[in-house]
Protein backbone atom coordinates (compact mmCIF):
# COMPACT_ATOMS: atom_id res chain seq x y z
CA UNK A 1 0.00 0.00 0.00
CA UNK A 2 0.81 3.68 -0.10
CA UNK A 3 3.28 5.42 2.30
CA UNK A 4 5.50 8.45 3.23
CA UNK A 5 8.69 8.45 5.24
CA UNK A 6 9.84 11.70 6.73
CA UNK A 7 12.84 12.29 8.43
CA UNK A 8 12.48 12.73 12.09
CA UNK A 9 12.95 15.57 14.46
CA UNK A 10 13.15 17.21 16.16
CA UNK A 11 14.76 20.05 14.12
CA UNK A 12 16.01 23.06 16.00
CA UNK A 13 17.47 25.99 13.63
CA UNK A 14 18.14 29.51 14.47
CA UNK A 15 16.37 32.09 12.97
CA UNK A 16 16.79 32.92 9.25
CA UNK A 17 18.72 29.46 8.93
CA UNK A 18 18.19 27.21 6.44
CA UNK A 19 15.31 24.58 6.53
CA UNK A 20 15.04 21.11 4.57
CA UNK A 21 12.78 18.00 5.91
CA UNK A 22 13.09 15.70 3.79
CA UNK A 23 10.30 13.48 2.47
CA UNK A 24 10.17 10.23 0.45
CA UNK A 25 6.69 7.84 -0.33
CA UNK A 26 5.45 4.70 -1.76
CA UNK A 27 2.36 4.38 -3.63
CA UNK A 28 1.14 3.14 -6.73
CA UNK A 29 -0.27 5.44 -9.79
CA UNK A 30 0.49 9.18 -9.47
CA UNK A 31 -0.39 10.31 -6.43
CA UNK A 32 -1.08 14.05 -4.83
CA UNK A 33 1.51 15.21 -2.37
CA UNK A 34 1.32 17.68 0.58
CA UNK A 35 2.40 19.23 3.56
CA UNK A 36 0.36 19.86 6.30
CA UNK A 37 1.69 22.30 9.72
CA UNK A 38 0.13 22.32 12.76
CA UNK A 39 1.05 25.07 14.91
CA UNK A 40 1.05 24.73 18.44
CA UNK A 41 -2.95 24.40 20.06
CA UNK A 42 -4.32 24.28 16.58
CA UNK A 43 -5.54 21.90 14.06
CA UNK A 44 -3.67 20.72 10.95
CA UNK A 45 -3.63 23.43 7.85
CA UNK A 46 -2.45 22.67 4.61
CA UNK A 47 0.90 24.11 3.67
CA UNK A 48 1.54 23.65 0.49
CA UNK A 49 0.96 21.03 -2.51
CA UNK A 50 1.97 19.27 -5.79
CA UNK A 51 -0.51 17.49 -7.86
CA UNK A 52 2.08 16.02 -10.78
CA UNK A 53 5.08 15.35 -11.51
CA UNK A 54 7.82 18.15 -11.59
CA UNK A 55 5.35 20.49 -10.08
CA UNK A 56 6.24 22.92 -7.21
CA UNK A 57 4.32 23.73 -4.46
CA UNK A 58 4.56 26.92 -2.53
CA UNK A 59 3.30 29.25 0.93
CA UNK A 60 4.86 31.74 2.90
CA UNK A 61 8.17 31.25 1.67
CA UNK A 62 7.98 27.26 1.52
CA UNK A 63 8.56 25.28 -1.13
CA UNK A 64 8.05 21.83 -2.13
CA UNK A 65 8.80 20.21 -5.89
CA UNK A 66 7.49 16.66 -6.52
CA UNK A 67 10.18 14.29 -7.64
CA UNK A 68 8.63 11.36 -9.44
CA UNK A 69 12.56 9.60 -10.34
CA UNK A 70 12.84 9.99 -6.25
CA UNK A 71 9.90 9.72 -4.98
CA UNK A 72 10.51 12.71 -3.08
CA UNK A 73 8.40 15.56 -1.89
CA UNK A 74 11.10 17.43 0.25
CA UNK A 75 10.34 20.66 1.97
CA UNK A 76 12.60 23.78 2.13
CA UNK A 77 12.56 27.21 3.11
CA UNK A 78 15.02 29.76 2.51
CA UNK A 79 14.98 32.01 6.03
CA UNK A 80 12.93 30.62 8.90
CA UNK A 81 11.18 32.39 11.52
CA UNK A 82 10.47 31.81 15.14
CA UNK A 83 6.88 31.52 13.88
CA UNK A 84 7.37 28.96 11.93
CA UNK A 85 7.82 26.48 15.06
CA UNK A 86 5.71 23.62 14.15
CA UNK A 87 5.15 19.91 13.52
CA UNK A 88 5.12 19.45 9.47
CA UNK A 89 3.71 16.13 8.06
CA UNK A 90 4.29 14.97 4.97
CA UNK A 91 1.52 13.59 3.35
CA UNK A 92 0.02 12.05 -0.46
CA UNK A 93 -3.48 10.55 -1.70
CA UNK A 94 -4.39 8.89 -4.79
CA UNK A 95 -2.46 6.06 -6.85
CA UNK A 96 -4.02 3.19 -5.78
CA UNK A 97 -6.44 4.50 -2.76
CA UNK A 98 -8.46 7.05 -1.81
CA UNK A 99 -7.67 8.30 1.54
CA UNK A 100 -4.75 10.67 2.73
CA UNK A 101 -1.67 8.82 4.49
CA UNK A 102 0.55 10.87 6.43
CA UNK A 103 4.16 10.71 7.37
CA UNK A 104 4.75 10.86 11.26
CA UNK A 105 5.92 14.33 11.52
CA UNK A 106 8.74 16.32 12.28
CA UNK A 107 8.90 18.87 15.13
CA UNK A 108 10.53 22.31 13.80
CA UNK A 109 11.44 24.81 16.87
CA UNK A 110 12.98 28.03 15.41
CA UNK A 111 15.55 30.43 18.23
CA UNK A 112 15.58 34.04 18.12
CA UNK B 1 -19.22 28.21 5.37
CA UNK B 2 -16.76 28.22 8.41
CA UNK B 3 -15.03 25.33 7.70
CA UNK B 4 -15.08 21.55 9.28
CA UNK B 5 -16.43 21.44 12.35
CA UNK B 6 -16.54 18.74 14.86
CA UNK B 7 -18.45 18.33 18.14
CA UNK B 8 -17.78 18.32 21.13
CA UNK B 9 -14.07 19.89 21.27
CA UNK B 10 -13.10 17.40 24.51
CA UNK B 11 -14.62 14.31 26.35
CA UNK B 12 -13.52 12.52 29.12
CA UNK B 13 -15.20 9.34 29.70
CA UNK B 14 -14.84 6.40 31.73
CA UNK B 15 -13.27 2.99 30.69
CA UNK B 16 -15.94 0.62 29.62
CA UNK B 17 -18.43 3.65 28.28
CA UNK B 18 -19.47 4.51 24.56
CA UNK B 19 -18.85 7.76 22.82
CA UNK B 20 -20.13 9.42 19.71
CA UNK B 21 -18.67 12.21 17.75
CA UNK B 22 -19.98 14.30 15.46
CA UNK B 23 -18.38 15.74 12.48
CA UNK B 24 -19.89 18.62 9.94
CA UNK B 25 -17.77 19.04 6.70
CA UNK B 26 -17.41 21.48 4.47
CA UNK B 27 -20.55 21.88 2.11
CA UNK B 28 -20.27 20.73 -1.00
CA UNK B 29 -17.60 18.46 -0.08
CA UNK B 30 -18.38 15.01 -0.46
CA UNK B 31 -15.33 12.95 0.78
CA UNK B 32 -15.39 12.70 4.69
CA UNK B 33 -12.62 11.30 6.47
CA UNK B 34 -11.33 10.12 10.41
CA UNK B 35 -8.26 10.11 11.86
CA UNK B 36 -7.03 9.25 14.62
CA UNK B 37 -3.83 10.98 16.30
CA UNK B 38 -2.04 10.09 19.20
CA UNK B 39 0.71 12.27 21.06
CA UNK B 40 4.46 12.54 18.82
CA UNK B 41 2.32 10.67 16.07
CA UNK B 42 1.29 11.34 12.96
CA UNK B 43 -2.90 11.23 12.02
CA UNK B 44 -3.89 7.36 11.62
CA UNK B 45 -6.31 7.01 8.80
CA UNK B 46 -9.39 5.03 10.08
CA UNK B 47 -11.94 5.23 7.48
CA UNK B 48 -13.65 7.50 4.53
CA UNK B 49 -17.04 7.67 3.35
CA UNK B 50 -18.06 9.44 -0.13
CA UNK B 51 -21.30 10.44 -0.07
CA UNK B 52 -22.83 8.31 2.20
CA UNK B 53 -21.18 5.12 1.04
CA UNK B 54 -17.83 4.24 3.38
CA UNK B 55 -15.12 3.66 0.92
CA UNK B 56 -12.19 1.94 2.86
CA UNK B 57 -11.61 1.09 6.67
CA UNK B 58 -8.17 0.74 8.22
CA UNK B 59 -7.15 -2.20 10.17
CA UNK B 60 -7.35 -0.28 12.91
CA UNK B 61 -10.80 0.20 13.17
CA UNK B 62 -11.65 -2.40 15.10
CA UNK B 63 -15.43 -4.04 16.24
CA UNK B 64 -15.82 -1.29 18.47
CA UNK B 65 -15.38 1.72 15.97
CA UNK B 66 -18.68 2.51 13.68
CA UNK B 67 -18.64 5.28 11.68
CA UNK B 68 -21.88 6.56 9.33
CA UNK B 69 -22.74 9.36 6.95
CA UNK B 70 -26.01 8.83 6.50
CA UNK B 71 -27.69 11.36 4.16
CA UNK B 72 -23.96 12.14 3.00
CA UNK B 73 -23.38 14.83 5.19
CA UNK B 74 -22.47 15.16 8.89
CA UNK B 75 -20.88 11.58 10.00
CA UNK B 76 -20.36 10.11 13.68
CA UNK B 77 -18.29 7.99 14.82
CA UNK B 78 -19.43 5.82 17.67
CA UNK B 79 -16.51 3.80 20.44
CA UNK B 80 -18.29 0.99 22.02
CA UNK B 81 -16.24 -0.44 25.21
CA UNK B 82 -14.08 2.42 25.41
CA UNK B 83 -10.41 1.61 26.50
CA UNK B 84 -7.69 3.48 27.72
CA UNK B 85 -5.84 3.04 24.33
CA UNK B 86 -8.38 4.25 22.70
CA UNK B 87 -7.24 8.14 23.97
CA UNK B 88 -6.16 10.05 21.47
CA UNK B 89 -7.35 13.48 19.19
CA UNK B 90 -10.20 12.34 16.78
CA UNK B 91 -9.72 14.09 13.61
CA UNK B 92 -12.26 14.72 10.81
CA UNK B 93 -11.34 16.42 7.02
CA UNK B 94 -13.36 16.76 3.67
CA UNK B 95 -12.54 17.19 0.70
CA UNK B 96 -13.92 17.20 -2.60
CA UNK B 97 -13.51 14.32 -5.20
CA UNK B 98 -14.70 14.46 -9.03
CA UNK B 99 -13.88 14.76 -12.21
CA UNK B 100 -10.91 12.87 -12.27
CA UNK B 101 -9.79 15.24 -9.54
CA UNK B 102 -9.33 15.33 -5.71
CA UNK B 103 -8.91 19.01 -3.53
CA UNK B 104 -7.14 19.03 -0.72
CA UNK B 105 -8.25 17.51 2.77
CA UNK B 106 -9.30 20.30 5.42
CA UNK B 107 -9.17 19.43 8.78
CA UNK B 108 -11.71 19.85 11.40
CA UNK B 109 -9.93 21.04 15.14
CA UNK B 110 -10.51 17.42 16.42
CA UNK B 111 -12.26 15.70 19.40
CA UNK B 112 -9.87 15.11 22.13
CA UNK B 113 -11.00 11.95 24.01
CA UNK B 114 -9.27 10.81 27.61
CA UNK B 115 -10.59 7.26 28.78
CA UNK B 116 -10.28 7.16 32.33
Known amino acids: GNSVTQMEGPVTLSEEAFLTINCTYTATGYPSLFWYVQYPGEGLQLLLKATKADDKGSNKGFEATYRKETTSFHLEKGSVQVSDSAVYFC???????????FGKGTKLSVKP | DTGVSQDPRHKITKRGQNVTFRCDPI?????LYWYRQTLGQGPEFLTYFQNEAQLEKSRLLSDRFSAERPKGSFSTLEIQRTEQGDSAMYLCASSHSGGGKNTEAFFGQGTRLTVV
Open chain 1, 91 to 101: ALMGGSQGNLI
Open chain 2, 27 to 31: SEHNR
